[in-house]
DNA sequence: GGCGCCCGTTTTTTT
DNA sequence: AACGGGCGCC
């Protein structure tokens, strides 16, 4: 069977029908962006269904978004003319979810577990952090919830994570990630990180459990397979246990996620991981212009240590890709807008075959005014993600704590929306109460004689809301969705409450909570065989994993904004990825770390590559950030471009103004961050380190230099053994005194050092 | 004890 | 510019 490259779905080539027609063992399809790869995936599930007569129900399909996993099962429903009825997809995150259901009892929950998304779980993580006295000012609890995610990404234990912690962040990261799973544990409720953690615990403590899911699926297929982490490829490998059927199509050149735990090597080690694997590369590209293509080639060759891919464009001509260089971000959202018209009368391209993608979500505010000042319709996707918006946290805490009385921490959100005299120390006094009463705190509430040593009024708050959330839940037993919405926000009088809070916003706000109950009321529970979970239960789970890109309808007629991580997997005929300024895209933070920067640039990669026929790169001589007005440089991604592979613009308004003419007058202004380590000291002009003045000839404050001696007020005198970096995020190397501290890299921007001492 | 206002801070990408 | 924390007033 393997012999025969036969043509088992058209529209494919012969490398791409080579994939395709795999049938078993393990296979990996690296290529770069546009080759198929998703077609490819698409087509094997297909195949595999027809012409092997597997059973949709023995393939898992792993795709980055939900709503890629749609679009793949109506792809696949077209190919066969049936829906894949019983295969399991979706992303990482929803399929352990899915799995946890199942097994919650295994690790102490029950099937209705509440999924706590990034603030939920930070607000768990502040408050333990108060119990252990850990102070939020001395520690970003962000950071220890950004280490404690980590650790939980790479699969280590609080006690791993102790053991190896060189830093008090980490070490009392360690401390509350010991307390974190105890809590979430008692509170019924699982992290995003756990839903992919929890399963592979269970594999690793229940290898039966193991054995069945491997013996389920049969065939196992991941899409985006570089931008997996250790806890995802743990669970790959448990799923695949017993057959090692595996496919994963990926581009090591598009992996973008190393920030939260992403780890490459899981693609590039693939035939170590799985032995005898199939490899199959593709290299041709279907999607953009050679222009395009080059461009893409060009930009991503800057980065060392790649796999090394050939790409071959496919489609003919092309128009030139077209830099474009702006004054500042309005007149470059105004640029974006007047071009995209003018493209749209004189080419008549459709407003959703444009795309612009940022590096930031702020960056999406200046574009938004521009658009809404040209009455061009637009739709932004993720930026402020639906469920964060405080109206529907609102209400989708008190649902929460509807369905899952044991949810602290939608309680501690609940009672307080709206205001009902119930402040910080009643609540905090009703949690010391029924931690040590191990109640949960609604519980507490409604029980007369634990909350005693509370005020008469307190008390009395607490009873009611007590009883009206066991009268909702009474109601949720009976009532859909939607109903309970409407009868819980008539019972808060959430309206009125929104008025108060804010007239201006309360419009758009009791829109938006419009929208929720809509959305409740198109709740469609369609998972096959899953039993127990109230519609609430399914809504809820649903409802937190639902991403930006999930809700993009790609039939209306509007420009899509968004970010350039949101932009992955997708196409457009017509793009433009703005702001490619030096400290912005690429961040400054990244750019004096090699490895960050290369994954900067493999964004580039990945935005460039989006386009199908036409793409602009634009930016700005001034942006506004933080409120303050910036100059800004053109972005070195740019200079690595080959001058003649980019057609130059300027927008009039900077024509008019003539370059730079603006800062004869301000020679102080620094680029991005750069007066962050300005310091106004008379050090010596040959003290001044001359590494650093080509960043800005005209500046005439001192940096720090090596050898200098300095003071830090948390780890005391210290030499300075190097200084590295541009702009916001120049680091110093500094080697204290205190041979406890030893040598540390120290960001300058967020430490003061006192000089000149010892 | 609760709540509102003002001041200070600010990492960037997301499930 | 926007959010969160802290302080001070009711
Ligand atoms: N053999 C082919 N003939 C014609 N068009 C193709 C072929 N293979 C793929 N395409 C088209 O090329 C485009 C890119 O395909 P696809 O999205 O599967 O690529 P990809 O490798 O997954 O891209 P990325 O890495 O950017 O996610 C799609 O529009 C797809 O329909």
Redesign the pocket.
């Known amino acids: 069977m393997s012999l025969a490259a036969v043509d088992v779905h058209p529209g494919l080539n012969p490398a791409q029908q080579q994939a395709v027609a795999h049938f078993e063992g393990p296979i990996l399809v690296l290529a770069g962006a546009g080759s198929g790869k998703t077609r490819v995936l698409t087509a094997r599930v297909a195949n595999l269904i027809e012409h092997h007569g597997v059973d949709p129900s023995r393939i898992l399909t792993v795709t980055?978004?939900?709503k890629a996993a749609g679009e793949m099962r109506e792809r696949i429903g077209r190919l066969l003319g049936s829906e894949p009825r019983g295969m399991w997809s979706g992303?990482?995150?929803?399929i352990g979810a899915r799995m946890l259901r199942r097994h919650a009892a295994l690790v102490g929950r029950t099937p209705n577990y509440t999924i706590y998304?990034?603030?939920d779980t930070l607000g768990v993580i502040?408050r333990l952090m108060e119990r252990q006295r850990i102070?939020?000012?001395d520690i970003?609890?962000?950071?220890i919830s950004?280490r404690i995610?980590d650790a939980k990404n790479s699969l280590s234990t609080p006690e791993e994570l102790a053991a190896s912690s060189m830093d008090p962040i980490t070490r009392a990261a360690a401390a509350v990630y010991a307390d974190l799973e105890p809590e979430m544990r008692a509170g019924n409720a699982v992290s995003?990180?756990d839903?992919l953690v929890l399963p592979v615990r269970v594999f690793r403590d229940h290898p039966e459990i193991r054995d069945r899911y491997s013996e389920q699926f049969r065939f196992v297929l991941v899409d985006e397979y570089q931008d997996t982490n250790r806890a995802q490829y743990q669970f790959i490998r448990s799923v695949a246990h017993a057959h090692s059927n595996v496919m994963v199509v990926g581009d090591d050149d598009q992996s973008?996620?190393g920030?939260?735990g992403a780890d490459i090597r899981n693609i590039l080690d693939f035939e170590r991981h799985f032995p005898a694997a199939r490899v199959v590369r593709l290299e041709e590209n279907y999607r953009s212009t050679p222009n395009i293509l080059a461009v893409a080639n060009a930009a991503i060759s800057s980065n060392v240590g790649r796999k090394g891919k050939t790409l071959r464009a496919t489609l003919p001509g092309g128009e030139q890709v077209t830099e474009v260089a702006t004054l500042d971000e309005r007149d470059e959202a105004e640029w974006i807008v007047e071009e995209i018209k003018a493209r749209q009368s004189r080419d008549g391209i459709a407003l959703s075959d444009a795309a612009v993608l940022y590096?930031?979500?702020?960056q999406s505010?200046a574009l938004e005014d521009s658009f809404r000042r040209h009455a061009m319709p637009y739709r932004l996707?993720?930026?402020v993600?639906f469920y964060d918006r405080r109206e529907i946290r609102d209400l989708v805490s008190y649902l929460k704590l509807i369905a899952n009385p044991w949810d602290d921490e939608a309680f501690r959100r609940a009672v307080?929306v709206p205001?009902?005299?119930?402040?910080?120390?009643?609540?905090d006094?009703l949690g010391e109460i029924s931690r040590k009463a191990q109640l949960p705190m609604l519980e507490t509430a409604g029980r007369a004689d634990l909350v005693d040593v509370?005020?008469p009024?307190?008390r009395k708050a607490l009873g009611e809301f007590s009883e009206m959330i066991a009268r909702m839940r009474l109601l949720a037993a009976e009532a859909s969705v939607d109903e309970l919405l409407r009868d819980l926000i008539d019972t808060i009088q959430y309206g009125a409450y929104l008025q108060v809070e804010g007239p201006e916003s309360a419009r758009e706000r009791s829109d938006n909570v419009n929208a929720l109950i809509s959305g409740a009321a198109e709740l469609v529970v369609e998972e096959g065989g899953e039993v127990g979970l109230t519609p609430l239960d399914h809504f809820l789970q649903r409802a937190m994993?639902i991403?930006?890109?999930?809700v993009l309808d790609s039939s209306a007629d509007a420009v899509t904004l968004?970010?350039?991580?949101?932009a992955k997997g997708l196409e457009f005929p017509m793009v433009i990825v703005a702001g490619l300024e030096d400290g912005l895209f690429p961040?400054?933070?990244?750019i004096d770390e090699p490895s960050m920067l290369e994954?900067e640039r493999r964004?580039f990669y990945v935005g460039v590559t989006r386009a199908e026929r036409k793409l602009y790169l634009t930016h700005a001589e001034t942006r506004?950030?933080?409120?303050?007005t910036m100059p800004s440089m053109r972005s070195r991604f740019l200079k690595e471009i080959p001058a003649g592979m980019l057609e130059e613009r300027k927008t009039i308004k900077l024509r008019s103004l003539g370059r730079r003419s603006m800062f004869v007058d301000s020679p102080s202004r620094a680029t991005w961050g750069e007066r962050a380590v300005r310091r106004n000291h008379g050090t010596p002009e040959w003290r001044k380190p001359a590494v650093d003045r080509d960043v800005d000839a005209s500046q005439d404050e001192a940096l720090y230099v090596r050898g200098e001696r300095i003071k830090h007020k948390l780890f005391g005198g210290g030499t300075i053994a190097e200084i590295a970096g541009a702009g916001r995020d120049v680091k110093a190397v500094i080697d204290f005194d205190d041979e406890n501290v030893g040598r540390k890299t120290i960001k300058l921007a967020?430490t003061t050092l006192e000089r000149g001492l010892g």
């Open positions: 980055f978004t939900n992303t990482f995150h929803s998304d990034e603030t502040k102070s939020a000012r970003a609890p962000k950071a950004n995610s995003f990180d839903l973008i996620y920030w939260r590096r930031t979500n702020s505010r996707v993720g930026s993600r307080s205001k009902r005299g119930l402040g910080e120390t009643s609540i006094t509370l005020r009024a307190a994993l991403a930006g890109v999930d968004m970010t350039l991580h949101n961040l400054g933070q990244s994954e964004l506004r950030r933080n409120g303050e967020y």
